[in-house]
């Protein structure tokens, strides 16, 4: 069962920082979660929301803020003073962090996101030889459809906010090989659970942090947990 880190072990360091995943690849992760957005002169950084408020120092959308004014901000003092001054990671920074042989990457294409962006963050990817240990996600469907035109080698997921109808065929369209539903749904719809693994495509729910809920997960069938207890998961799978 994969135990893939969400936004790094972002249980004991700032999310989506270098830190972060420095410290899930020590604690075990086998898969490391990062989402990325581009700056407004098309530099890809590693950031969760659409704005830069909750976790630096800054205010503004990421789209609108160029890569010079992202790179002058403090990432890492709203988790803890001990982590002052850390910044928000470019793409690039956490490519060179995770190149050595490792964990694989499950890496998240925020929207908004051009042809012209997805294709620079693809690129991105296969310069640091990093295909065959990516899988690509997002909740739009539109974005997964430019990963697929510009780089059909590369493994695609489908993000849900919830198994909806149109789940299933959209798995199908898309061809992926994972689809990520929250925890609440693959407890509560073991159906489209079982549809999705019947036809080879892995489930692996967000956000898992609750340690009673782990067995019953695991039970459903599902292949990996995105969970902020890396650790923790570590050794609770090795305990199974």
């Known amino acids: 069962m994969h135990n893939v880190a969400h ?108 042809l012209s962006q ?5 690129e991105l990817v296969g310069s640091y030889g990093l295909v065959d240990r990516t899988i690509v996600q997002s909740f739009d469907p539109e974005v997964i459809r430019l990963v697929r035109e510009v780089a059909p080698a590369v493994r695609r997921g489908l993000l849900r906010l919830r198994f909806e109808a149109d789940t299933v065929p959209l798995v199908d369209e898309l061809d992926v090989v994972c689809c990520n539903p929250s925890r609440a749904d693959v407890l509560g719809d073991p159906a489209t659970v079982a549809s999705l693994t019947g036809r080879g495509v ?23 947990l995105i969970t902020d207890r890396v650790a923790e998961l570590t050794g609770w799978s090795a305990g199974r």
Request: charged share 20%.
């Open 7 to 114: 936004r790094g072990y972002s249980a004991v360091a700032p999310e989506n920082t270098l830190p972060a995943f420095a410290a899930a690849v020590r604690a075990g992760a086998t898969l490391i979660e990062f989402d990325v957005r581009t700056t407004s002169d098309d530099v890809p950084v590693v950031i969760h929301d659409r704005t830069v408020d909750r976790t630096t120092t800054g205010q503004g959308h990421v789209w609108d803020l160029t890569y010079s004014e992202v790179a002058a901000l403090d990432a890492g003092a709203w988790f803890s003073p001990a982590y002052a001054g850390v910044r928000v990671p470019t793409l690039t920074a956490t490519l060179e962090l995770l190149r050595a042989p490792g964990p694989g990457l499950l890496l998240e294409i925020k929207p908004p996101a051009t």
């Open 118 to 122: 997805v294709k620079t963050i693809m």
């Open 202 to 224: 892995e489930v692996m729910p967000w956000t898992a942090n609750d340690m009673t809920e782990w067995p019953s997960l695991a039970g459903a069938g599902i292949a990996g």
